[in-house]
């Protein structure tokens, strides 16, 4: 599956984005997706996951500030991000979730956030 994340950039403490990754693959709507960040320094974890039938779950940092959604129709998941701190700057992936193992990682997207 190729993935491509897009929607970052560059937004002050307690602004909001929203992020957007298309994945290819018939079997979309059918996986659990989930966004992962990785900041500098720091291992890549995943802070948003949805599932095949639509439930989700969020890491402690983020939740309440972040909605994991999906468009099965066009094998797109989104995340849309509000309030956002500075330790929330980091590189942002989208992927299956639970992560295959062999996987590749597709081209992330930079959110940095400034004080």
């Known amino acids: 599956v190729q993935l491509q994340a897009s929607g970052g950039g560059l937004v002050p403490a307690g602004g909001s984005l929203r992020l957007s990754c298309v994945a290819s693959?018939?079997?979309?709507?059918?996986?659990?997706?989930?966004?992962?960040?990785?900041?500098?320094?720091?291992?890549?974890?995943?802070?948003?996951?949805?599932?095949?039938d639509g439930s989700t779950d969020y890491a402690d940092s983020v939740k309440g500030r972040f909605t994991i959604?999906?468009?099965?129709?066009?094998?797109?998941?989104?995340?849309?991000?509000?309030?956002?701190?500075?330790?929330?700057?980091?590189?942002?992936?989208?992927?299956?979730?639970?992560?295959?193992?062999?996987?590749?990682?597709?081209?992330g997207t930079l959110v940095t956030v400034s004080s």
Do not use: H
């Open 25 to 52: 693959g018939s079997t979309f709507s059918s996986d659990g997706m989930a966004w992962y960040r990785r900041a500098a320094g720091k291992s890549r974890v995943s802070v948003a996951r949805i599932f095949s």
């Open 69 to 107: 959604s999906r468009d099965n129709a066009k094998n797109t998941v989104y995340l849309n991000m509000n309030s956002l701190k500075v330790e929330d700057t980091a590189v942002y992936y989208c992927n299956k979730f639970p992560f295959p193992l062999g996987a590749r990682w597709g081209q």
